[in-house]
């Protein structure tokens, strides 16, 4: 595709249940991120994927959230028994190779009651 | 401490003035700075990237890096009111993979 494609754009859900998060990079990009923006909290970094492999998973915020990577394409997040504190906008960026310029999705926002 | 730090404004400005937003950064070893843009509901989209100290102009747009300093800025010359968004400073990490956000200067520029 032309940009960063995620689904859903929203998402809500109750509390203790799992969610899925897809990311599609652009083509041929070959590093993908994850990042999530809260209210008053400004983008924080999640996971960092080159092809399918993630060196740098230093943001995950619990064991509660992992992601993976197939095909070095498509990714998705999952978060496991959400809560309330997990409801932000999460967005998805991928770059040619790593330390090159991120290109952003337009994100998903997920709303746990 | 903060990794990056911004001013979070709200910054306002006529049209047709200059906006001059500035950004600090913790880490020495990063090397790679990043200006996005964001429209409320909407994701960032990148500016300007800077990557070596002085300027670097790009249209309106000028980014400024002082590595001495750890300091990074933005002037939008010309301010037009569709520039009134919120403008996030990044800077990639020193083991180059995630960029760290401040939280986002508000710029208003009113017509």
């Known amino acids: 595709g032309a940009g960063v494609s995620q689904s859903p754009s929203n998402k809500v859900t109750e509390k203790g249940k799992d969610v899925e998060l897809r990311c599609d990079p652009i083509?041929?990009?070959?590093?993908l991120y994850w990042y999530r923006q809260s209210l008053g909290q400004g983008l924080e970094f999640l996971i960092y994927f080159q092809g399918n492999s993630a060196p740098d998973k230093s943001g995950l915020p619990s064991d509660r959230f992992s992601a993976e990577r197939t095909g070095g394409s498509v990714s998705t997040l999952t978060i496991q028994r959400t809560q309330q504190e997990d409801s932000a906008v999460y967005l998805c960026?991928?770059?040619?190779?790593?330390?090159?310029?991120?290109?952003f999705g337009a994100g998903t926002r997920l709303s746990v009651l | 401490q903060k990794e990056v730090e911004q001013n979070s404004g709200p910054l306002s400005v006529p049209e047709g003035a200059i906006a001059s937003l500035n950004c600090t950064y913790s880490?020495?070893?990063?090397?790679?700075f990043f200006w996005y843009r964001q429209y409320s509901g909407k994701s960032p989209e990148l500016i300007m990237s800077i990557y070596s100290n002085g300027d670097k102009e790009d249209g309106r747009f000028t980014a400024q890096l002082n590595k001495a300093s750890q300091y990074v800025s933005l002037l939008i010359r010309d301010s037009q009111p569709s520039d009134s968004a919120t403008y996030l400073c990044?800077?990639?990490?020193?083991?180059?993979?995630?960029?760290?956000f401040g939280k986002g200067t508000t710029l208003s520029v009113s017509s």
């Open positions: 990044a800077a990639l990490r020193q083991a180059g993979t995630a960029l760290i």
């Open positions: 880490d020495r070893g990063s090397q790679s």
């Open positions: 083509s041929g990009h070959t590093a």
């Open positions: 960026a991928s770059s040619l190779e790593v330390k090159n310029i991120q290109y």
